[in-house]
Nanobody, 126 residues
Framework: QVQLAESGGGSVQAGGSLRLSCTAS????????MGWFRQAPGKEREGVAV???????SYADFVKGRFTISQDNAKNTLYLQMNSLKPEDTAVYSC????????????????????WGQGTQVTVSS
């Protein structure tokens, strides 16, 4: 059974940085794409970034240039480095794993992913 566990959330002032981690058990990165989603109160869950098994990445426009997704295969850990944080980045952030042969062509779609973590809260104050 694949299990995903996020950590690294917290409270930070606008302009600050946080690094989220997602530890994955029983995930072989060559077979999965890994994504980050977020959900703010009263809003739909939205895709933030994805990394495919070949290392290619995609980002939502609202985080481009500020967030970086990466993974450490040896540690079975996915990361999301978040810089220049804004109050509108406040949300619960979740990692997800999709089996689609290591590539998620519709990465913004929930249906692309098979496993989800519980999420970690990120709060950015102005």
């Amino acid at each position: 059974q694949v299990q995903l566990a996020e950590s690294g959330g917290g409270s930070v002032q606008a302009g600050g940085s946080l690094r989220l981690s997602c530890t994955a058990s029983r995930v072989t990165y060559s077979n999965y794409c890994m994504g980050w989603f977020r959900q703010a109160p009263g809003k739909e869950r939205e895709g933030v970034a994805v990394i495919n098994s070949d290392g290619t990445t995609s980002y939502a426009d609202f985080v481009k240039g500020r967030f970086t997704i990466s993974q450490d295969n040896a540690k079975n850990t996915l990361y999301l480095q978040m810089n220049s944080l804004k109050p509108e980045d406040t949300a619960v952030y979740s990692c997800a794993a999709g089996r689609g042969g290591g590539y998620c062509d519709t990465w913004r779609s929930y249906a692309q992913y098979d496993y989800w973590g519980q999420g970690t809260q990120v709060t950015v104050s102005s």
